[in-house]
């Protein structure tokens, strides 16, 4: 059974930066993707950032192209997305998901089988 478990949300200033975490652990395949995905109270489930492990890509939404970036350690079995420039719309809650057989950074939020529990993540001055 593949378990995620975020961690690194809170409070941060507009402009500020933070670092969530996601610990993957129960998985078998050797090609997968995770994604970070992120919900706003009122509204539905955005991706925010995508990284496959077959080769490495990754792919972001356009509303925080230049602001954050996803990373991995093969090692801890980590995913990692380093917020920065946070912005007024950037408050939700944070999950990260696995999506089995992936081939890339897919993006489809349909193809991610397992989710975390979500971290909140607040902007506020």
């Known amino acids: 059974q593949v378990q995620l478990v975020e961690s690194g949300g809170g409070l941060v200033q507009p402009g500020g930066s933070l670092r969530l975490s996601c610990a993957v652990s129960g998985f078998t395949l050797e090609y997968y993707a995770i994604g970070w995905f992120r919900q706003a109270p009122g509204k539905g489930r955005e991706g925010v950032s995508f990284i496959s492990s077959a080769d490495g890509s990754t792919q972001y939404a356009d509303s925080v192209k230049g602001r954050f970036t996803i990373s991995r350690d093969n090692a801890k079995n980590a995913v990692y997305l380093q917020m920065d420039s946070l912005k007024p719309e950037d408050p939700a809650v944070y999950y990260c998901?696995?999506?089995?057989?992936?081939?890339?950074?897919?993006?489809?939020?349909?193809?991610?089988?397992?989710w975390g529990q979500g971290t909140q993540v607040t902007v506020s001055s």
């Open positions: 998901a696995y999506a089995p057989l992936a081939p890339n950074a897919i993006m489809f939020i349909w193809r991610y089988d397992y």
